[in-house]
């Protein structure tokens, strides 16, 4: 009954984990303007949910997405344009 209910737990921080990971990189790309001051809180958020659900796929995709959030992070925020001739 123990190992039924640390599922369901685990399945329900694993879709919170997922949530947040997508909505951190929708603020990362730019999609949601909401910019730094709503990225980070969701970044610790989706960290700490992903750590916890680390045993399910959800919890496992979300820890890939938040690997690659930084270095995009990087290069999407230091690509400039080329100045008009």
């Known amino acids: 009954m123990t190992e039924e ?11 919170i984990a997922l949530a947040t990971a ?3 990189w929708g603020c990362v790309i ?3 303007p909401f910019g730094v001051f709503a990225w980070i809180p969701l970044l610790a958020v989706s960290t700490v949910t992903s750590v916890l ?3 399910t796929v959800l919890g496992k995709v979300a820890i ?3 690997i ?9 925020h230091t690509v ?6």
């Not at 209910?5 to 879709?15: C, P, V």
């Not at 400039?80 to 001739?85: D, K, S």
């Open 5 to 15: 209910k640390e599922d369901q737990k685990s399945k329900k921080l694993g879709i």
């Open 22 to 24: 997508v909505l951190s």
């Open 30 to 32: 730019g999609a949601i």
């Open 53 to 55: 659900s680390r045993k």
């Open 64 to 66: 890939v997405l938040l």
């Open 68 to 76: 690659l959030n930084i270095p995009a992070y990087i290069v999407l």
């Open 80 to 85: 400039t344009v080329a100045p008009p001739l």
